[in-house]
């Protein structure tokens, strides 16, 4: 079966997180790892680098949070979606996170197969 390969970067201020989905991207040949970013500042420089077709973005970072990041990321970069993974799940976060152009939103306690389901479903969206 020919398929294309889903190009991602993850950005978390979490060293431990980023690890934990770079081993969980590994297992899936459908993915390739192209970056990594510690704070939304460094993801926007990133995103620009690459260009990937998805992007894992926390919220909670420090120098530019991840709902301002995907917001720049969004507009600048229409065809990148965007899924946020946060630890904080309240309607509010929510809405502020699709108004930025978020395309899913899942909470840090979802299982490996949630988050590769969105970002299947994120690349067929493209």
């Known amino acids: 079966m020919d398929y294309h390969t889903i190009h991602i970067v993850i950005v978390d201020d979490s060293a431990a997180v980023r690890m934990s ?16 970013a510690e ?12 260009r990937p077709d998805v992007v894992l ?5 420090p120098v530019l949070d991840g ?3 995907t917001r720049i990321i969004t507009s600048k970069f ?5 899924i946020v993974l946060t ?3 309240s309607e509010s976060i929510a809405a502020k996170a699709f ?3 978020a ?15 969105a970002i299947t479903d994120c690349s067929l969206g493209s």
Do not use: W
């Open 78 to 82: 229409p065809g990148i979606r965007v």
């Open 21 to 36: 989905l770079r081993s969980m991207l590994k297992l899936d040949p459908r993915l390739t790892l192209v970056a990594e």
């Open 99 to 101: 108004k930025a152009g």
């Open 87 to 89: 630890a904080h799940s």
């Open 39 to 50: 704070n939304g500042s460094a993801a926007i420089a990133m995103v620009e680098e690459h």
């Open 57 to 61: 973005m926390d919220i909670t970072m």
């Open 67 to 69: 709902i301002e990041a």
């Open 103 to 117: 395309s899913h939103l899942l909470t840090k306690g979802c299982s490996a197969e949630e988050i590769l389901d």
